[in-house]
């Protein structure tokens, strides 16, 4: 089973661009789906998107459409989320998620490895 590490959060402003990673060691990235979700301050962890194994198949939750895009470097086993033009609402803790075949659409329970998470603030 693979071990996840986000990296890559921080303090930024508005408008800002940010790329997150998440590394995995340990067992074979290229067999895990990945997933990206987040959760704020009193909110229920929200997901963001995820990808297949080999990249091929991405979708995204609403919230996320259009200015996030998620990708994978299987060879450096790292998984990445783009966010671009961040808003203060996007602040929350980023977490990475991984299963070998998700039952669900989404859902956190339907992925079984997680990270620590990432926080990342978007200041006004």
């Known amino acids: 089973q693979v071990r996840l590490v986000e990296r890559g959060g921080g303090l930024v402003h508005t408008g800002d661009s940010l790329r997150v990673s998440c590394v995995a060691y340990g067992g074979t990235f290229s067999d895990y789906y990945m997933a990206w979700f987040r959760q704020a301050p009193g909110r229920e962890r929200e997901f963001v998107g995820a990808i297949r194994w080999d990249g091929g198949y991405i979708y995204y939750g609403d919230s996320a459409k259009g200015r996030f895009t998620i990708s994978r470097d299987n060879a450096k086993n790292t998984l990445y989320l783009q966010i671009n033009s961040l808003k203060p609402e996007d602040t929350a803790i980023y977490y990475c998620?991984?299963?070998?075949?998700?039952?669900?659409?989404?859902?956190?329970?339907?992925?079984?490895?997680w990270g620590q998470g990432t926080q990342v603030t978007v200041s006004s």
């Open positions: 998620a991984a299963d070998i075949y998700p039952l669900g659409r989404g859902r956190p329970q339907d992925f079984n490895v």
